[in-house]
């Protein structure tokens, strides 16, 4: 039987560890250098009200199994289409799912949660841990934080793993470089390259955003390389998308010396196979990026069902202040649209404050551009913020 858990409880056990890192947070080593712990320290309380307030989707078992096989049968050209179709909603997101029982293993009662917080951040934000000089990356980026939800049954809680490195995406700015992070990796990375003339770096992006390059094979789990085509074999539309992306250190990051050393010994691990954290973090970024590119194409919306207002043994004071409400999207084949009926009171008094997604608009000539997320309504209204779950729809998609 299940514990009862929900995607609500594991972003606010989060956000729990997060307020005191250095007795909760677990699967990073922290620095103990005065200096960095200081600033480890007064980075916490803001990050854990970052993700409690940023918008949340929870994905549904349904798409999540479904997103899956299609991932699993994509093309590298599929997989590269997802990328570019995948551009960020909000400025602050969290997305997360339970992980299914795969149907040939007996459903126990455990649950496995994955998220991804995803945050919009400026150049000169990212690297103030590092004091000597740092190389500045571009001047805006989006930052993929992954976190696991674990609980055996019985658990009264779920065991949160951190893991010491993010992933870093400069590919939906304004304006998009052609390689964003060149100086950054040739400063912070060690130099060496593998059998194939590529460097950690180059093999770590392989790894995670061309998951079709047969990587990890799917009943090992071992290193399968063809090295030719791993050097080699990229399109230009590949190597584009993969010179947008790089790896960074969290806002909890591993290293006493150089919390960049603690990236690349994670990327090392995550190469040879040796972290099953990180082989997870692999196999979930193309999941992540098939759910957001899914509902950028289109979706429906019904009325927002009202959250619950405390989450299963965590305190109230780790709840996000604002209402929170999901709205239930399915994701079918053709774009429709279903709008829910207007209250008489907005109406008759006018909306409350709330946020309005990026999304993609097509003009009468035919062009498509990207529309921010952007806020509408009058706060004195009140202020809404939104939680949503991706649903399939049953009628929809085979």
Same mark, same amino acid.
């Given at each position: 039987?299940?514990?009862?858990?929900t995607v609500a409880d594991f972003q606010?056990?989060?956000? @729990?560890?997060?307020?005191?890192?250095?007795?909760? &947070? %677990?699967?990073?080593?922290?620095?103990?250098?005065?200096?960095?712990?200081?600033?480890?320290?007064?980075?916490?309380?803001?990050?854990?009200?970052?993700?409690?307030?940023?918008?949340?989707? #929870?994905?549904?078992?349904?798409?999540?199994?479904?997103?899956?096989? +299609?991932?699993? *049968?994509?093309?590298?050209?599929?997989? &590269?289409?997802?990328?570019?179709?995948?551009?960020?909603? @909000?400025?602050?997101?969290?997305?997360?799912?339970?992980?299914?029982?795969?149907?040939?293993?007996?459903?126990?009662?455990?649950?496995?949660?994955?998220?991804?917080?995803?945050?919009?951040?400026?150049?000169?934000?990212?690297?103030?841990?590092?004091?000597?000089?740092?190389?500045?990356? $571009?001047?805006?980026?989006?930052?993929?934080?992954?976190? &696991?939800?674990?609980?055996?049954?019985?658990?009264? %809680?779920?065991?949160?793993?951190?893991?010491?490195?993010?992933?870093?995406?400069?590919?939906?700015?304004?304006?998009? @470089?052609?390689?964003?992070?060149?100086?950054?990796?040739?400063?912070?990375?060690?130099?060496? +390259?593998?059998?194939?003339?590529?460097?950690?770096?180059?093999?770590?992006?392989?790894?995670?955003?061309?998951?079709?390059?047969?990587?990890?094979?799917?009943?090992?789990?071992?290193?399968?390389?063809?090295?030719?085509?791993?050097?080699?074999?990229?399109?230009?539309?590949?190597?584009? !998308?993969?010179?947008?992306?790089?790896? !960074?250190?969290?806002?909890?990051?591993?290293?006493?010396?150089? $919390?960049?050393?603690?990236? !690349?010994?994670?990327?090392?691990?995550?190469?040879?196979?040796?972290? $099953?954290?990180?082989?997870?973090?692999?196999?979930?970024?193309? *999941?992540?990026?098939?759910?957001?590119?899914?509902?950028?194409?289109?979706?429906?919306?019904?009325?927002?069902?009202? %959250?619950?207002?405390?989450? +299963?043994?965590?305190?109230?004071?780790?709840?996000?202040?604002?209402?929170?409400?999901?709205?239930?999207?399915?994701?079918?084949?053709?774009?429709?649209?279903?709008?829910?009926?207007?209250?008489?009171?907005? %109406?008759?008094?006018?909306?409350?404050?709330?946020?309005?997604?990026?999304?993609?608009?097509?003009? *009468?000539?035919?062009? #498509?551009?990207?529309?921010?997320?952007?806020?509408r309504g009058d706060? +004195?209204?009140?202020? &809404?913020?939104?939680?949503?779950?991706?649903?399939?729809?049953?009628?929809?998609?085979?």
């Amino acid at each position: 039987m299940s514990n009862g858990f929900t995607v609500a409880d594991f972003q606010a056990e989060i956000a @729990h560890t997060m307020q005191k890192p250095y007795l909760r &947070v %677990r699967g990073v080593t922290l620095p103990t250098k005065p200096l960095l712990k200081k600033m480890i320290n007064s980075a916490a309380p803001a990050a854990a009200s970052q993700l409690l307030n940023s918008v949340t989707y #929870e994905v549904s078992e349904d798409v999540v199994l479904d997103t899956t096989a +299609k991932i699993e *049968k994509s093309t590298r050209r599929q997989m &590269v289409t997802n990328f570019w179709k995948a551009r960020i909603p @909000h400025d602050e997101m969290f997305i997360a799912w339970e992980m299914p029982t795969p149907p040939d293993m007996e459903d126990k009662g455990e649950q496995v949660f994955e998220g991804w917080l995803i945050t919009k951040v400026h150049g000169d934000q990212a690297l103030t841990i590092r004091t000597d000089n740092p190389v500045y990356p $571009p001047d805006t980026f989006y930052r993929y934080s992954y976190y &696991v939800g674990e609980a055996p049954v019985g658990a009264n %809680r779920l065991n949160i793993t951190h893991l010491p490195t993010s992933i870093v995406n400069a590919g939906y700015s304004d304006d998009v @470089h052609d390689a964003p992070w060149a100086g950054y990796e040739a400063e912070y990375g060690n130099g060496s +390259k593998d059998v194939a003339g590529l460097t950690l770096f180059e093999v770590f992006k392989r790894i995670v955003a061309i998951p079709k390059f047969g990587f990890i094979d799917p009943v090992t789990g071992e290193v399968q390389v063809d090295y030719d085509e791993w050097a080699h074999g990229l399109s230009s539309d590949e190597q584009q !998308m993969l010179n947008q992306v790089s790896a !960074m250190p969290t806002t909890f990051p591993e290293g006493d010396f150089d $919390p960049y050393l603690g990236t !690349m010994k994670f990327m090392q691990g995550a190469v040879e196979d040796e972290s $099953p954290y990180a082989v997870s973090l692999i196999k979930s970024f193309p *999941k992540l990026m098939g759910f957001i590119a899914a509902q950028n194409f289109s979706w429906v919306f019904t009325e927002p069902v009202s %959250r619950g207002k405390h989450t +299963k043994n965590i305190s109230s004071r780790v709840q996000p202040r604002n209402r929170h409400y999901k709205l239930e999207i399915k994701l079918p084949k053709e774009k429709q649209v279903i709008e829910g009926k207007q209250t008489q009171r907005t %109406r008759e008094f006018g909306n409350a404050l709330h946020t309005v997604k990026g999304h993609p608009r097509t003009l *009468k000539d035919g062009r #498509e551009i990207w529309i921010d997320e952007h806020q509408r309504g009058d706060a +004195k209204y009140g202020i &809404v913020t939104k939680d949503y779950v991706l649903t399939k729809d049953k009628k929809g998609d085979k």
